[in-house]
């Protein structure tokens, strides 16, 4: 019950963040522009795709969970109460490219996608280690629009 919990305010959380800071932006109008799909079909396209990046990962480093949720093109790294984000390029081989608030978390802001088989993902990064993450979640297909207030409780800056 409790990791359910996590898990369901892990995604409330990164849905916050990549509404707020853009990530996976873009109106639909500059996507016609640019002859791309818009970014909320990117994302249901990409969901349904055997073996893709996009979904809720989770591992564990020095005994602390780390979330990494992808939704379209927009990425999230939570980790010790910190929320890096960006973007991932989706590849032959999908990296992460990430900013960490205050500099926390640096050794984790550009990691390459080294495996992908199933609900299994490692993940090295720029600071040497690799982390082996477990799928326990698809990215949901509708992400609000509206938060009522939930993007008040972002940290800005």
Same mark, same amino acid.
Do not use: H
């Given at each position: 019950?409790?990791?359910?919990?996590?898990? *369901? /305010?892990? %995604?409330?959380?990164? &849905?916050?963040?990549?509404? +707020?800071?853009? #990530?996976? !932006? $873009? @109106?639909?109008?500059?996507?016609?522009?640019?002859?791309?799909?818009?970014?909320?079909?990117?994302?249901?396209?990409?969901?349904?795709?055997?073996?893709?990046?996009?979904?809720?990962?989770?591992?564990?480093?020095?005994?602390?969970?780390?979330?990494?949720?992808?939704?379209?093109?927009?990425?999230?790294?939570?980790?010790?109460?910190?929320?890096? *984000? /960006?973007? %991932?390029?989706?590849? &032959?081989?999908?990296?992460? +490219?990430?900013? #960490?608030? !205050? $500099? @926390?978390?640096?050794?984790?802001?550009?990691?390459?996608?080294?495996?992908?088989?199933?609900?299994?993902?490692?993940?090295?990064?720029?600071?040497?280690?690799?982390?082996?993450?477990?799928?326990?979640?698809?990215?949901?297909?509708?992400?609000?629009?509206?938060?009522?207030?939930?993007?008040?409780?972002?940290?800005?800056?």
């Amino acid at each position: 019950m409790r990791t359910s919990a996590r898990y *369901t /305010g892990a %995604v409330a959380v990164t &849905a916050a963040v990549l509404l +707020t800071s853009g #990530c996976g !932006g $873009g @109106s639909d109008d500059d996507a016609a522009k640019d002859g791309k799909p818009s970014a909320e079909q990117s994302a249901g396209e990409a969901a349904a795709q055997p073996g893709s990046v996009q979904g809720i990962w989770n591992t564990t480093v020095d005994g602390k969970d780390v979330v990494l949720t992808v939704l379209g093109d927009g990425a999230t790294l939570l980790r010790d109460n910190t929320a890096c *984000t /960006g973007r %991932v390029t989706d590849a &032959a081989k999908p990296s992460f +490219t990430l900013k #960490c608030p !205050g $500099g @926390s978390g640096e050794e984790r802001t550009n990691g390459t996608v080294d495996s992908l088989e199933g609900k299994n993902m490692k993940v090295t990064w720029n600071g040497g280690d690799t982390d082996s993450f477990v799928k326990v979640a698809d990215t949901p297909k509708d992400v609000p629009t509206d938060l009522g207030g939930l993007e008040d409780l972002v940290p800005q800056g």
